[in-house]
């Protein structure tokens, strides 16, 4: 949904003469640093954006965090692209077919694909990638997307055939991730895609900047220069936006009125899952019954009003109604807010009077220190005595959803283009399973929906995981939440896909 009206003037025009003087002088500066070829006649366009946090890798193959691919992802293509629509297309590979048995893939590339350091993308280029990912290169495996691939085929330096060992359903979506030069080595620290926009500085806790690509193979929008700033508090997000430092900022939901009348705002379902998630592998979250008390003591209308004004919708298992052919909307409210069940749960696992808990959340967000606060209150209600401790976000990727030390903690389960890597989460033996949940029944209906050619028997599949989960509990499914972005209305074209991504590509710009 895009909402816009009429905007006051920016400047006087006193003002506007310094601004244009100014860019100017940036722009001749820009050109210097870069070797850029700036157009004379005019300046070139800088979108100006913020991240609330730094990237944790620049390295897309090393990165986990949402926030990073974000923005990321414009420096980067694959052998497939993602759609707004949750689908994929041709990216460096011009065309593909695969195989009547779902082994076989056969891809050609462009000719006119080009990396930033002005080399084509070759076969070559594409084994180097999948190697590395799947660990053939003599280095860890960096992603387990890969792990089906027995054999790369480079029949020419334009064609890659890629046989899987067994069938993989997800495969084909898989095929987004971003393919890098053979040989290079230097990604987390100077990263080099095929990619609309090219890397050119990260200073830590201060900027990213990117610059658009102009051997790019397709269109790279308007927008000639990117830069993120760092900064993580959100109120000075907006602040910065509304005294035109920024040009594109989130907005909290019970603050839209300060932005509608002055700038373009965009909302879309996150595709999200937000979650307040339990360390399964520790008592007294080893017991199924604390669990569903703890999901019967959560008031999760509260939270949609409280934190997201309404912008949410309820969740009842790890799916979000953004994907539609997958969700089970019948499991919302399985173990729905419910103080008494809440009591008589815990005391027959033997809490009757309560216990003390930590609820570690990362600062980095509001989302997560306004419901924590919620939290906490509606807990209190059944003896929870919940002590909340805030941490940088840095911190949270290393000690909870790397090392798993944690009892309590909020997160936000970002969107992904299949349901499998939605699911896969909760798998006992996945990397990523920070939660320790582990249940048998769980790992064979999520293999088996891998391994289905067929899309209906995959839903249903799907769906029966949904609702293993829904009963089992390893987290309170609390939300899927709306996008909300305020933009400066000179730039137009932001498009929302079903995951964290800022498509800088598809931006166009009105000049004055």
Known sequence: MNKSATRAPRALPILRAVIAVALLVTA??????????????????TFRLAMAADPDSLDPHRSSASMTEQIMLNVFDGLLNPTPDGGVE???????????????????LRSDAYFHSGNPVT??????????????????ALSSEFDDVEEIETPDPRSVVIRLARPNSSFEKFLYRAIVPAGYHRQAEAPIGAGPYRFVEYIPQNRIVLERFDRYYGSAGDVDRVIV???????????????????FADVPADRIAEVEDSFRVVTALANSVFILGMNNDRAPFNDPRVRRAINHAID?????????????????????????????????????????????????????????????????????????????????????????????????LSDIYTS?????????????????PVLRRYISDFRRNFLNYENESYDDVMERALRSPDRDTRARLYREAQELLAWDVPAVFLADYQFIWAMDERFSGYTPYPFFFHDFSKLRYARE
């Not at 590979?93 to 048995?101: R, V």
């Not at 760092?230 to 430092?245: K, T």
């Not at 798993?404 to 499998?420: A, M, N, S």
């Open 404 to 420: 798993r030390d944690f009892q309590l903690t909020l997160i936000d389960f970002t969107g992904k283009l299949d349901p499998y």
């Open 229 to 247: 700033r760092i900064i993580g508090d959100a109120d000075a997000r907006l602040l910065a936006l509304r005294a035109g430092e920024l040009d």
């Open 28 to 45: 001749a500066w820009y050109t210097s640093a870069t070797g850029s070829q700036e157009p004379a006649a005019e300046a070139a366009v």
């Open 300 to 396: 999760r209308s509260e939270i949609i009003d409280f934190v997201f004004n309404g912008y949410a919708v309820e969740l009842g298992s790890s799916m979000s109604p953004a994907m539609p052919d997958y969700f089970d909307e019948r499991l919302v409210g399985t173990f729905g807010f419910d103080l008494d069940a809440a009591e008589s749960l815990l005391g027959e696992a033997g809490y009757p009077d309560g216990f003390p808990v930590e609820l570690r959340i990362s600062g980095h967000s509001p989302v997560y220190t306004n419901t924590a606060q919620v939290i906490q209150q509606q807990l209190s209600r059944i003896g929870i005595r919940t002590r909340i401790r805030v941490i940088e976000w840095s911190m949270w």
């Open 90 to 108: 041709p990216g460096l590979a011009e065309s593909y077919t695969i195989s009547e048995d779902g082994l076989t893939y056969t891809f050609t």
């Open 123 to 140: 076969a070559n280029d594409v084994v180097f990638t999948i190697n590395r990912l799947r660990g053939a290169d003599g280095g860890p």
